[in-house]
């Protein structure tokens, strides 16, 4: 069972509610190309007037340029809604070339310390979900990468929160219920990162 928190001495009252939390603030995201990182560009652009930029992780493919790939994701069904009720919201939207296969994300020095002067909130979803995945590509994207954003994230001026969204496969050796809670790996992943070396 997940953990429930409970808060009896009346700071419930304090806490920001969700619009209040992400207004003015700007947010970087890894993965805003995949299924879940549109959903959750979307929801955060349709559902926080006042958000600041949202800095995206993009990486050239398949001889698109990272900001012909996010305009392209930017002009999917899924903003249909947005571009129609609040049309100025994709302008938000800021392309960050990089490539989480790559150390420090293949970011340039000066998008890094641009993100670090920033940044308060971070959502890394970008990751390999195919299980026919060489290992070495696996680790580079799925772990290896969350060591290199934890880094990044390390020098934010104003960081709040940092989010991993892991794969709904990640525990696929359980039975039964899932508990969202740490649980031991077989391996540590400094010894699988060291693997990679």
Do not use: W
Request: aromatic residues 6%.
């Amino acid at each position: 069972m997940a953990a429930e928190v409970v808060i009896t001495d009346g700071s419930e009252n304090m806490l920001p509610s969700i619009v209040d939390f992400y207004s003015a603030r700007d947010v970087f995201i890894t993965g805003a190309t995949g299924f879940m990182g549109k959903c959750l560009l979307e929801k955060l652009l349709r559902s926080v007037p006042d958000l600041g930029s949202v800095f995206v992780l993009t990486r050239a493919k398949k001889g698109k340029s990272p900001e012909q790939r996010t305009k392209e994701l930017l002009s999917s069904p899924l903003f249909e809604r947005l571009r129609s009720e609040q049309p100025g919201a994709v302008d938000k939207v800021v392309p960050v070339f990089g490539d989480i296969q790559e150390k420090q994300l293949g970011m340039r020095r000066e998008d890094q310390e641009m993100l670090q002067d920033r940044v308060s909130i971070v959502f890394h979803l970008a990751a390999t979900v195919r299980f026919e995945s060489p290992l070495r590509e696996a680790l580079t994207k799925n772990v290896a990468s969350v060591s290199e954003l934890i880094t990044l994230c390390h020098g934010m001026k104003h960081l709040k929160s940092m989010v991993h969204v892991s794969s709904a496969y990640s525990q696929c050796n359980r039975t039964g219920v899932i508990d969202e809670v740490h649980y031991q790996t077989p391996l540590p992943p400094s010894k699988l990162l060291g693997l990679l070396e």
